[in-house]
């Protein structure tokens, strides 16, 4: 009788541990989301920046696209220099601003490469080592440029011309 009981018991363990489970799940479904639109950023208008110190005066008015694409007017007016102003065509990369800067100074038209690194609201530009090919003067290496703090453009606002 033991043997019996032993056997059915571990037959019905067996049946038991073999059944397959069925359970009903509903499938799931994925409704794609239709794609977001590119999100276009048109110019915030002109931004205005401007350096003074002891008569001296910087100033860098621009506006960028949504191509990172800046346009605008940069203008130096050192004590002991001949003022120089003109246009700032080129791209935002990141924090920093890379142009050409092409300016009248003594009646002479020149183009010379400029670089503003921008921290914290302002701008930094950006000095070292050049050449010249083309009639433009451009930085030998970008990477080697040092950022002087004792010349940083805050933000001003901008003239009403």
Known sequence: MKKVLIIA??????????KKETTTTEPIQITPSPPKEAEIVEPAGDQCYAWRSNGS???????????????GKLSYNLVGKDKNEGTLIGNMKGDTLVADYTFNSEGVSSVREVVFLQKDGTFVEGYGDVVTANDKVSFKDKSKLKFDQKNTLTKVDCKVE
């Open 57 to 71: 005066v910087i100033e860098m008015s621009f506006n960028v696209n949504s191509h990172q694409e800046v346009n």
């Open 9 to 18: 018991v571990i037959a019905l363990s067996v049946f038991v541990s073999c």
